[in-house]
């Protein structure tokens, strides 16, 4: 059932580290949605909270140190986002929907697909809504190469790769639950899976996965690889492969995709996939397209673009029936957990 288009959408923020504060943050500039409470395991005074959001809280809005107790103050909240680390995802989300809350999702959705699948059956079963956070779906080059694969312009595809070559160094890991195999999951969970999804929304499934995995610099960082080559094939047709390393030095160098089809070239570039480099394209003359939006940043490192108001927007008109779809539904997200999880079972082959 939408909620009536005359009231806000009341939210509630678990998790206030960098993302959550960005969901704290675009929940407070949309009009017609309402922040009622946030939770962390750490005090308010901890988590440098934006001194507008410290001036409110515990009047209008609450602060929590559990989600239990946040469930158990039975305010009127709708939608429930969480933005924890990465293992805490599931399980939160699930008890979020047994008590009757929508949920927003940050990636990965799950690390394992039996927890994906969990929340898929529970959020059918509760008649409730999940969207998963894949905000780089919004930045322009993205929607624009979307709209031209979809399309057919680009007749039979060939060949895709992606590469993904970032720095995440001594800077980023320095204790806490980055680098960790239970709260973390892996490199391609945490860093890359923004790109896993694009590669899944843009072209689909993939099998005849076969891949290599290094830990070049990360030994004394990180439980799991710094780096892989993944290659497999795209059941739609064509072939892909995956590159990634979070070895880089010092800065991130490129976010790239490049796409080789019957009809013509694309390669999308930059340090997030945020500029078209090339594109000829038969019969076809490229749009100039709006500037994207820059990745966030977190002072030693830098992640995926600033587009988290693009979500909160899409979770607002969604459930107040405005016709508008879930821009990364739960199927979707599972999607991600089930090819990451695929990948990631070659390791103990290599």
Same mark, same amino acid.
């Given at each position: 059932m939408a909620i009536d288009k005359a009231d806000t959408v009341r939210f509630a923020?678990?998790?206030?580290? +960098?993302?959550?504060?960005?969901h704290i943050e675009m929940i407070q500039r949309n009009a017609e949605a309402e922040l009622l409470a946030i939770c962390d395991i750490l005090p308010p005074e901890l988590l440098n909270l934006p001194a507008s959001l410290l001036e409110i809280l515990d009047n209008k809005v609450r602060y929590f140190s559990s989600l239990e107790d946040l469930l158990h103050a039975n305010l009127p909240i709708d939608v429930i986002n969480i933005c924890t680390p990465n293992g805490l995802h599931a399980p939160l989300a699930l008890r979020a929907l047994e008590t009757g809350h929508h949920v927003v999702?940050?990636?990965?959705?799950?690390? +394992?697909?039996?927890?994906?699948?969990? *929340? /898929?059956?529970?959020? !059918?079963?509760?008649?409730?809504? $999940?969207?998963?956070?894949?905000?780089?779906?919004?930045?322009?080059?993205?929607?624009? *190469?979307? =709209? /031209? $694969? =979809?399309?057919?312009?680009?007749?039979? /595809?060939?060949?895709?790769?992606?590469?993904?070559?970032?720095?995440? =160094?001594?800077?980023?890991? +320095?204790?806490?639950? +980055?680098?960790?195999?239970? /709260?973390?999951?892996?490199t391609l969970f945490t860093q890359f899976s923004h790109f896993v999804d694009l590669m899944y929304w843009l072209f689909g499934d993939i099998s005849d996965i076969q891949a290599r995995f290094a830990d070049f610099n990360h030994q004394t960082l990180t439980d799991f690889e710094d780096s892989g080559i993944v290659s497999f094939r795209f059941v739609n047709g064509g072939m892909g492969v995956f590159n990634y390393s979070t070895s880089v030095y010092d800065r991130n160098f490129e976010s790239s995709v490049t796409?080789?089809? !019957?009809?013509?070239? *694309?390669?999308?570039?930059?340090?997030y996939m945020n500029e078209v480099e090339y594109c000829h394209v038969r019969d076809y003359e490229m749009p100039v397209l709006p500037p994207t939006n820059p990745g966030n940043d977190y002072g030693a490192y830098k992640g995926s673009a600033q587009n988290h108001h693009y979500v909160i927007d899409n979770v607002v008109n969604v459930l107040k029936g405005k016709g508008e779809k879930i821009t990364t539904n739960a199927y979707e997200g599972y999607k991600v957990v089930d090819i990451i999880e695929r990948i990631y079972r070659l390791k103990s082959k290599v």
């Open positions: 923020v678990v998790g206030c580290g +960098h993302i959550g504060k960005r999702i940050e990636k990965p959705m799950a690390l +394992h697909t039996r927890d994906a699948q969990a *929340i /898929l059956s529970t959020a !059918e079963k509760q008649q409730k809504q $999940v969207f998963c956070v894949m905000q780089n779906r919004y930045s322009p080059p993205s929607v624009w *190469i979307k =709209d /031209l $694969v =979809d399309s057919g312009r680009l007749g039979k /595809l060939y060949l895709v790769q992606v590469n993904c070559y970032w720095n995440r =160094d001594e800077r980023y890991y +320095h204790g806490g639950w +980055h680098g960790t195999k239970d /709260l973390d999951g892996g796409l080789i089809a !019957e009809n013509g070239t *694309i390669k999308i570039g930059g340090q």
